[in-house]
């Protein structure tokens, strides 16, 4: 399905990641936020707050980030195409309720404008630091999809994407921004509508008699109804069988974990997004995402310069992480160089999915600024030998 | 070509929406790239804060100023603060009521605009920013005064259009005199 | 047993519960303990829900963690069992995503006022159109029986093994101060009186509030050597004082003292929504686009 014209805010603007991340939402068919004010995300919401009223959709302040998550996850099943949006200390208050979403399966975005941290770090300044919570934030067992924009264009076009995951696979999707892309103001041109494809909600057909709400077909996401439809569906974030119901066994964790899982995993190929350059005849590849790509890039150009073919290659889709490519790749080149504002967090996955066959070298930094682009081009250096 | 571009000076001074104006003018109307980064404190005013803008033909991947070409400082704790980091071949305009000029470096040009003054005789302080947007377009020509004026017109509230496109012709025409001035004093 | 005995028990086992209708009986028996009050609130529940004439279609019921959080899963509505202490949060997305749901929260004290007490207050506040039911037995039951913000001083527990000191809260007085428009209190003993309110609850616009005390008897009932949950419905006979509009202040609850039950708020207040769609309506003019509820996608 296409995108609702009187959503879509088509034309050429200047925005920044974070209000481009929100007519991104918009034009999602996003009708549901609820949100927490936390630095540097908080644009998100003042521009939902703004604009809702004008299209046809409920902001609603809520008095924490916990409130925040169960209110969309509460929205999802609802009907809504909801959303939250947070940074650090927010998106860990978050974590229970990710799980919640995760367990009930319930369609809804989650964008994280990442900061300084530990603890409230740096409120103003960015970070990269989340990039395992995200992954492994909440407790038990679960897999999830989270994207990494690196422009504020792409803030819009990833937000829509989130959407469009969320419905297909039916579970949280994060949107893992920076402080300097959510801060970054840059051209975005935001298409006619009929230019945005929208996955619809798996709404069931089946009779209330014939329908099992967590019953699933080959892809192993079961279709949705919305509380009202006269379904008078259970659902809980205990453990269930295909009815919703609780069931306290080791058989029906299996089978239900399982399929949380495997729901995700079994079309990992199918998830990889990655902007690739150069990486076909490289002898380093400089993996990175966000903020931290677009610094790599003079790095790459002095050491191209230099006669070192050195390849860049961009997480879009940070989780599932693309273990295959990084593998193809790793037999082929002489080193990864992972650039990212921590002290080591995907590079654990280049590592992991190099099994070996080649080095990997971070070049991390706590955050607050971006590297120095000559600290990356001596990595770079040091890789290529 | 690149131009780095600083506006600096403290917080509730406009300088953040003076920065934006530089870009969208360039983005949207010049037909160039342009990326606008910030810096300020957790004060929402009273704080030094400066905007960065990178101009250019081509599109910009990495998003930072590193050396300026053209710094405007509109006090004097911001003048202190990113002077130093200025182009030798750059460009400096400052609010020469709000900054003493400390001793000059290398080739750097510099231009004066009592801004805030002159925003305060049209009887709205607040437009020293857009003042200071009509002088350095006309100084630096990084922007046409075309594109300036339409960005200007559509980032502005409806009502106060017409006050913001005073205050830019306003500091246009002053940035016009200075240049004459200068091409003479030059002969 | 003669075959006619025989035959007559066979008719009594296998005649229908009044409230099977209402009720997921696939999933009975339920874990609740014998002479504990839950299922007596829910049956007083389910008679208001059918004497409120709300269509059945139309209502969701969300819970929290605890033994009252397992309401949701046994009775037949859209129910949602979310975490703990978030109900009203839950059921507050759920509710402004579909407006035309009356939403229910059913849950415990140490869910909605413990672990989840901000939202409480803030929907109260908002007057966030739920209907808010909360189950109060004085003690965390579900998880052995530990000390709660609504124990009685000296009342003992598990984590208060010499009695717990500290002031719990007088939850009418909480509601009302937040903004409730409906407040009630009962006790699992007062059925009838039970049901009446919860279907004038159910039935009120905004936030309305019904507080039911409770029987633990597993666990506060012995831990405090108050007999069985049978002995705390004839305290609650004997000591339990119907006060309609008390002044709420003077709503504590001591150990093993007097229970001041009744009516104590019905007002009238614009509720979330409707306080939100006119004050907009009032800026935005023809401007307003109001969110009336989802659009299938198909």
Redesign the interface.
Known sequence: MKADPKRVLTG???L?GDHAAAEGALAAGCTFVAGYPITPSTEVVERMAERFPRVGGVFIQMEDELGSMAAVVGAAWGGSKAMTVTSGPGFSLMMENIGLACMMEAPCVVVNVQRGGPSTGL??LPGQADMMQAKWGSHGDYELIALSPNSPQECFWATIKAFNLSERFRVPVLVMMDE?VG?????VVIPEADQIELYPRRYTKLSPEEYLPFKTGKDLVPEMIKAGDGYKIHVTGLTHDERGYPVMTWEAQEKLVRRLIEKIRLFKDELVDVEEEQTDNADVVVVSYG?SS??S??AIQKARKEGIKVGYLRLIIAWPFPEKKIYELAQKIKGFVVVEMNYGQMVLEVERATKGKTKTILVPHGGGW?HE?EDIYKAIKEAAK | MMTEIRISGYGGQGIIRCG?II??AT??YDNK??????S???EARGSACSAQVLVSEDK?????VTLPHILVAMSQEAYTKFSPNLDLNGILIIDDDLVTLQEARGNIKTYAIPSTRLAEEMGAKIVANIVMLGFFTAITGVITPEAAKK?VSDSVPQRLVDLNLRAFEKGFKFGQEVKEVSKVEKV | MSEVQLKKKKEELEEEHPMEHLLRMERMPHIWCPTCGIGTAVTAFLMALEKSQIPLKDTAIVSGIGCTGRVAGYVKLDSFHSTHGRAIPFATGLKLANPKLKVVVFSGDGDIIGIGGNHFLHAARRNMDLTVVCVNNFIYAMTGGQCAATTPITANTSTSPYGNFEQPFNLPYLAASCGAVYVARWTALDVRRLAKSLTEALQKKGFSFVEIICPCSTLYARRNRLGTGLDLMKFYHDNSVIKHGADLSELDIGFQSKIVVGKFIDRERPTFIEGVNQGLRGVLKEKFVEYGGPIDDD
């Open positions: 050429a603007h200047y920044d409120p103003t300097c801060h970054m103001t840059e051209k903020i677009r610094v890039i003079p971006v682009p | 934006y870009g969208k983005s949207l790239y342009a990326t606008l980064t910030q300020f404190g957790p910009i991947l990495y998003p930072y960005a």
